[in-house]
Structures are given as structure tokens and as C-alpha cells.
């Protein structure tokens, strides 16, 4: 696995990063962001969130899920962020409880081309961090169905009584 470190500020400060990475890497590279705020670090709240978004240079998009550990976020740059080369715009999103948002300046992913095409990825988007909610939420569909029909069973024998 090949680690990029990079620091980037969550003031909005147009400090722009660049990052490089190869079109059509698999499971091989991820970004490793550490944060500050008004040059000074930051400490990623207990909870947190976090999520990469990136602008791929054909105009497709990536949201996917980032691990924290201390105070430093992994994001995976996946199969379709590299699917396109050229220059990306990326940043990383932290969120706490689904109610607040801050976002880092953005910072910049060059994707050189690969030589060949032999197992090329065709761009498209990619929502990660979306399919895992949706996954999450047909989960418990069952589970408050079965609590809706118990809560009008006790209802109707409430009202029977």
C-alpha cells in the first residue's frame, strides 16, 4: 500500500496540496490527512465522521467512507478515482452526530495515465458512503415494520379493553 501524507487546513485558506497517483491502480494508494486550523493542529472531535469527495477530471464523482485514527483520516483512493486521468479536486468532509459539517480546503490529485489498457475501469460515480446508508436502512425496515404492527396490536387491544 502506497501512503500519501499530507496536511491540509480546515480554515479554507487557498494552500492548495497536490498528491500523485496512476490511472487504473487497484487497492494500492491511500491519502493519509492530517488537519489544521489556522496553522495550527487540530484535533478531530471523538465521533467524527469522515468522507472523501472528489471531482474526477471527467466530471464524475466519488463519496466514499474514510477511517480516523488519532487524528489523522485514511481515504482510500479507489479503483474509480483513478479511473480517469488528469486533475482531481478532492477534499474531506467531517461530520459529527449528522448535524454539523466541516469540510478541508480542497487539495489536488494528479492522475498520470496508465501505459495500456489491459484492465482498464471504465469512470463512473461512485457512492460509497451512500450505498453503505442505504444498506444500513433496508436493514432495519423489518425491524420497524415488525415494531409498527406490535405498537397497533397494543393499540387495538388497548382500545378493545
Not at 496512476?22 to 472531535?45: C, M, N, W
Not at 472523501?52 to 487524528?71: A, E, H, L, Q
Not at 483513478?82 to 480546503?105: K, N, Q, R
Amino acid at each position: 500500500m502506497y501512503n500519501a501524507a499530507i496536511t491540509v487546513d480546515l480554515s479554507g485558506r487557498r494552500d492548495i496540496t497536490t498528491i500523485y497517483a496512476k490511472q487504473g491502480d487497484v487497492a494500492a494508494r491511500q491519502v493519509e490527512v492530517s488537519f489544521l486550523d489556522h496553522g495550527q493542529p487540530y484535533t478531530i472531535p471523538s465521533g467524527a465522521q469522515a468522507r472523501i469527495r472528489v471531482t474526477k477530471p471527467d466530471r464524475t464523482y466519488v463519496f466514499n467512507d474514510c477511517t480516523i485514527s488519532g487524528n489523522v483520516v485514511t481515504a482510500p483512493l479507489t479503483a474509480q478515482t483513478l479511473a480517469a486521468a488528469g486533475e482531481a479536486a478532492v477534499d474531506i468532509a467531517l461530520t459529527l452526530d449528522g448535524d454539523s459539517l466541516l469540510s478541508c480546503s480542497c487539495f489536488r490529485l494528479i492522475i498520470s495515465p496508465r501505459a495500456g489498457s489491459d484492465t482498464a475501469v471504465e469512470s463512473s460515480d461512485e457512492f460509497g458512503a451512500l450505498d453503505k446508508l442505504l444498506q444500513e436502512a433496508e436493514t432495519s425496515i423489518p425491524a420497524a415494520t415488525e415494531a409498527a404492527e406490535a405498537a397497533n396490536e397494543a393499540a387495538n387491544a388497548a382500545n378493545t379493553a
